[in-house]
């Protein structure tokens, strides 16, 4: 990975909105509240892409930590649910995701929070606005 001729600036006016914007600046050039972009590139197929990073933003693999006793192995997601945490007092809140074995859950649902259109293997086509809200 090389530097790029391109510079990304954040501000803030008075501690309030935050701004960016994305300049073209010579290597031997600088520009205030500017992070100098990282560039490499990748060919698919035909076509040559020019990617640019925030080189700062790159190693950041320690803030995410799996939980003691995750063993991830074949299998492991049968039966059961990806879930966040809730917005309860003293929760993880959405910090937290992990699998929830389905014998483990208690209740029933309430609610349906979102429902999308989707055939097995595809990316979802729509939302089904019809199914969101409470279940009688």
Do not use: C
Not at 41 to 61: C, F, M, N, S, Y
């Amino acid at each position: 990975m090389e530097p790029s001729d391109f510079v990304q600036t954040f501000s803030r006016r008075n501690g309030g909105e935050a701004t960016s914007g994305f300049f073209e600046v010579p290597k031997n050039e600088t520009k205030e509240n500017g992070i100098r972009l990282s560039e490499r590139k990748e060919t698919l197929g035909d076509v040559t892409h020019r990617i640019l990073t925030v080189p700062i933003a790159q190693d950041q693999v320690g803030m995410y930590t799996s939980s003691q006793g995750n063993n991830w192995q074949p299998g492991l997601f049968l039966r059961t649910i990806l879930h966040d945490g809730d917005n309860r007092d003293n929760s993880a809140d959405s910090r937290y995701w992990g699998f929830v074995p389905e014998a483990n859950l208690v209740g029933r649902a309430t609610a349906i929070w979102m429902s999308f259109d989707k055939q097995e293997g595809e990316w979802p086509t729509g939302v089904r606005l019809s199914r969101i809200g409470g279940i009688h």
